[in-house]
C-alpha cells in the first residue's frame, strides 16, 4: 500500500539532545498526524495540525504543516529516555478520510 | 471511556482456519478504521466505516477478508482461510465526524498464523 516518506530511518542520539524529523509526500494533504509507537502497542497520537503552516506544540514536541502542504516536520527537545519509540507521521487528502501512514522514524536515546 | 479496545490481543491459529477480530471504539465516534501492521513497517489501510456504512475498502482487502459494524457501534474483522502471509498486528481506530479529525488507535490484534 501507500506509504510516505520519512526521515530519518532512524537516530540514536545522547539524552538531551533535540531530534528532528520529517515527512514527505508527492501528494497535497488537508491534515497531518504524529505518533509515537512503542514495541507491541497501537500508536498513540502526539499532534494534530489541519492548516498549512500551522505551528503546534505538545510539551517537548512541536511539529509544523509544511507551506506546501505535501511535508511535516516533527521537533523533539531536550530528549529523555522514554522518547525512545517509532514515530510516524500520517496524512489525509480531500475527497477521503483514510489516512496513509509513513515508514517511521525510529529513535533510540542513550542515557 | 478507557478509548478504543481491541479484542484479543494476541491470535496464533493454523493456516487455513477462520479468525475474527473485534473492535470497540470511542463511544461518541462515528468513523472506524482497520489497519494492518508488519514488523518494520507503518500501518496500512484497510477499510473505514461511517456509522454502518463501509465507505472504502483498500485493494489490500483481499476476498478473504470482511469487516462489518452492523450497528454503527462496534466492529469485526474476518478472516477467512488464513495463510502465513496474514501473520501481522491489526489495528482498529476511531474518529469523531467533524472538520478537524483525530483518529485514536487501539491496542492492536496480533495474529500469528503457524
Known amino acids: 500500500g501507500q506509504q510516505l516518506n520519512q526521515s530519518p530511518q532512524s537516530m540514536f542520539i545522547q539524552e538531551g539532545e533535540d531530534v528532528s524529523m520529517n515527512c514527505t509526500s508527492s501528494?497535497?494533504?488537508?491534515?497531518w498526524l504524529w505518533y509515537k509507537q512503542e514495541p507491541g502497542e497501537g500508536p498513540v497520537l502526539l499532534i494534530a495540525?489541519?492548516?498549512?503552516?500551522e505551528l503546534t506544540s505538545n510539551g517537548r514536541l512541536t511539529a509544523q504543516f509544511g507551506i506546501t502542504r505535501k511535508d511535516s516536520f516533527l521537533n523533539i527537545s531536550a530528549s529523555i529516555p522514554s522518547d525512545v519509540g517509532i514515530y510516524f507521521c500520517?496524512?489525509?487528502?480531500?475527497?477521503?478520510?483514510?489516512?496513509?501512514f509513513g515508514t517511521g522514524t525510529r529513535l533510540k536515546v542513550l542515557a | 471511556d478507557t478509548g478504543v479496545s481491541q479484542d484479543p490481543r494476541h491470535k496464533i491459529t493454523k493456516r487455513g482456519q477462520n479468525v475474527t477480530f473485534r473492535c470497540d471504539p470511542i463511544?461518541?465516534?462515528?468513523?472506524l478504521y482497520w489497519y494492518r501492521q508488519t514488523l518494520g513497517q507503518g500501518p496500512e489501510f484497510l477499510t473505514y466505516f461511517q456509522n454502518e456504512a463501509q465507505l472504502e475498502k483498500s485493494r489490500l482487502l483481499s476476498d478473504r477478508f470482511s469487516a462489518e459494524r452492523p450497528k454503527g457501534s462496534f466492529s469485526t474483522l474476518e478472516i477467512q482461510r488464513t495463510e502465513q502471509g496474514d501473520s501481522a498486528m491489526y489495528l482498529c481506530?476511531?474518529?469523531?465526524?467533524?472538520?478537524?479529525?483525530?483518529?485514536?488507535f487501539g491496542q492492536g490484534t496480533r495474529l500469528t498464523v503457524v
Open positions: 501528494s497535497i494533504f488537508n491534515t
Open positions: 481506530a476511531s474518529s469523531f465526524r467533524a472538520q478537524d479529525t483525530e483518529a485514536f
Open positions: 500520517a496524512g489525509q487528502t480531500s475527497g477521503t478520510y483514510k489516512y496513509i
Open positions: 495540525l489541519y492548516k498549512a503552516g
Open positions: 463511544s461518541e465516534h462515528n468513523r
